[in-house]
């Protein structure tokens, strides 16, 4: 049996949040005086060769990201931690920040001292505001003892928009407007928050970061699967036994996920099918399960590690009510900025109402398949890339459910 | 200084930070007013077409009057198969209002939310902003109750 690996969460349960101390005598803050030890270049390089990859959907090599805002010159340059947490099935960033501030401010000061920036901003969503209270007493312990030197941590909330998790729009909320995704490039490490280069982190992968400077990037890298090395926390919903978070190696299978951590399928009754990732995440059949959470296999099976979210359905789920259901939540989220998205998801939402009260025709398979692979090309940003994957994959893997709805 | 006004200048100067005071004037009425959105965009010298167009892009801010208690209920697939819809029934059987409305004492508003990240305890709502998990139908009339 599979078993947990605590890195991010090593803390969890063992250290009082809202006691620096605590963080300290469990060894917190040696990452980052680490860090101040060595040349910036040296710090960049030894995050990248741990191959620590963004926990925050897109799974992009953190120091290599790091390196581009190091380069860029400037007066001023930004580290800002995404702590907007929208995507349903999600509450892993929550974990952590509840548990173990510390550690993610502790990340972000090893962020800014690689890059050079001196300001960092926590965003955090505005439903949040437990967490919020939680991350300004750990930031007022921290700068008491003067732990972050000159790198000051400020925190922003949200306000209820999960396009704003996308980093270019969660720039322009900090700067105080609409949360309207920007064309790119230029990209946020070049030029982000007040045009400034900005890092944009996911706060797992800035919980990682302390962990790695303490203990090297190649005992890092050995861990879990060789592309995507480290551990994942995973929330479980839906219709599993144990409906909890875990801190997996990545290299475990979805099926392990789900009957060894999970406990199986609730009720005694079968699976049939998960949805990994969050809500733009792909539908996942049972031929499937054998596959290893990593974010390139994942990818390789036409699904997401995404955020880590696993929606669990038993045999008697109806997959096109929920598939409706999402297909609703994208229209109410689409920004609007992009006509594809702004229009795409609203009729994939119509048409999947209509298939679900049983009115569809044939032809609107055809058609919502091909509205799909438009918007997926031709949206502006990743939500309406991604709002069609449920909807897709639902028909790839359970076509029948729809063609037995049909009107 | 109008109470809008003294509510929202502590903020004046912090960049971006008219959303720091949206916050912050629904904290205190639980909604934006209207009036307060004008104070705003002088303050922080944008136009009131602007001021409004970002009090309006945020789904957790609501302009003009609701309820003391603003019950939200997720609707995000977790909690839709876990029985969002029978928990809604249940608040608007005992609420005697609809989702979106406010009761006539003005005391409790329904809305529809997204996943709050609580998810762990499906199906979910919050009860100005502080979230009850697990809900079930019959348990509803107990925590409006608690609501004094
Ligand atoms: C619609 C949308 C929502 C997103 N929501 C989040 C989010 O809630 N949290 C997050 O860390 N990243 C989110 N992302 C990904 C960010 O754009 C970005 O890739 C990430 O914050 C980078 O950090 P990482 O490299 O550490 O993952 C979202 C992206 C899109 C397109
Ligand atoms: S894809 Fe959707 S959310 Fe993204 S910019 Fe276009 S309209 Fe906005
Ligand atoms: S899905 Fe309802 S709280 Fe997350």
Redesign the interface.
């Known amino acids: 049996m599979a078993e947990e690996v605590r890195i991010v969460l090593r803390n969890y349960g063992k250290i009082d949040p809202l006691n620096i101390d605590d963080y300290i005598n469990a060894g917190g803050y040696k990452g980052l005086e680490k860090a101040r030890s060595m040349s910036q270049e040296a710090v960049i390089e030894e995050v990248r060769k741990s191959g620590l990859r963004g926990r925050g959907g897109a799974g992009f090599n953190a120091g290599t990201k790091w390196k581009f805002s190091y380069r860029a010159v400037a007066d001023e340059k930004y580290v800002v931690c995404n702590a907007d947490e929208g995507e349903p099935g999600t509450y892993k960033d929550r974990i952590i920040m509840e548990n173990d501030p510390q550690s993610v401010l502790e990340g972000m000061a090893i962020c800014g001292y690689a890059i050079g920036s001196r300001k960092g901003y926590i965003y955090c969503r505005g439903e949040y505001p437990y967490v919020v209270d939680i991350l300004n007493q750990a930031i007022a312990q921290a700068k008491e003892k003067g732990i972050l030197g000159d790198f000051d941590i400020e925190v922003r909330m949200g306000a209820g928009a999960y396009v704003c998790g996308e980093e270019s729009a969660l720039i322009e909320s900090i700067e105080g407007h609409r949360g309207s995704p920007r064309f790119k490039p230029p990209y946020p490490p070049a030029e982000g928050l007040w045009q400034k280069p900005t890092i944009v982190n996911n706060v797992e992968t800035f919980a990682n970061i302390p962990i790695i400077m303490e203990k090297g990037s190649d005992w890092y890298a050995g861990i879990g699967a060789k592309s995507y090395p480290g551990t994942k926390i995973m929330t479980l919903t839906g219709d599993v036994v144990n409906r909890t978070f875990i801190e997996i190696p990545t290299d475990v299978t979805i099926r392990q996920v789900i009957y060894d951590f999970g406990g199986g399928i609730r009720e005694g009754k079968k699976f049939k099918a998960v949805q990994i990732g969050g809500t733009s995440g792909g539908f996942i059949p049972e031929s499937l399960l054998d596959t290893s959470i990593d974010f390139d296999s994942m990818g390789a099976i036409g699904a997401t590690l995404g955020s880590g979210a696993v929606f669990v359905m038993d045999e008697t789920r109806d997959l096109v009510d929920v598939t409706e259901r999402i297909s609703k939540f994208f229209e109410h989220e689409s920004c609007g900025k992009c006509a594809p998205c702004r229009e795409g998801t609203k009729r994939m939402h119509e048409m999947m109402t209509r298939l679900n009260a049983g009115q569809g025709k044939a032809d609107d398979l055809e058609q919502i398949e091909q509205l799909g692979s438009v918007m997926s090309r031709a949206c502006l940003c990743g939500l309406g890339q991604a709002a069609p994957s449920p909807v897709l994959t639902t028909l790839e893997h359970f076509r029948n459910e729809y063609m037995e709805k049909l009107g | 200084m109008s109470d809008y006004a003294k509510i929202i200048s502590p903020y004046k100067d912090l960049?971006?930070?008219?959303?720091?005071a949206?916050?912050a004037l629904q904290n205190k009425y639980n909604y934006i007013p209207e009036d307060a959105i004008a104070v705003a965009a002088d303050m922080?010298d944008i136009s009131l077409s602007q001021a409004y167009?970002?009090a309006t892009?945020?789904?957790?801010?609501k302009i003009g009057p609701r309820g003391r208690y603003v019950i939200r209920i997720c609707?995000?697939?977790?909690c839709?198969?876990?029985g969002a819809d029978d928990v809604i029934a249940a608040l608007e059987k005992e609420l005697g209002i609809s989702m979106g409305e406010t009761t006539e004492d003005g005391k409790f508003t329904l809305e529809f939310?997204?996943?709050?990240?609580?998810?762990?305890?499906?199906p979910v709502i919050?009860i100005n902003?502080q979230p009850y998990v697990n809900v079930e139908p019959e348990k509803v009339g107990e925590i409006l109750a608690a609501c004094k």
Do not use: D, K, L
């Open positions: 960049p971006g930070g008219i959303i720091e949206y916050h922080f167009g970002v892009f945020y789904s957790y801010f609707e995000s697939a977790p839709h198969v876990a939310a997204e996943c709050v990240g609580q998810c762990q305890g499906t919050t902003s």
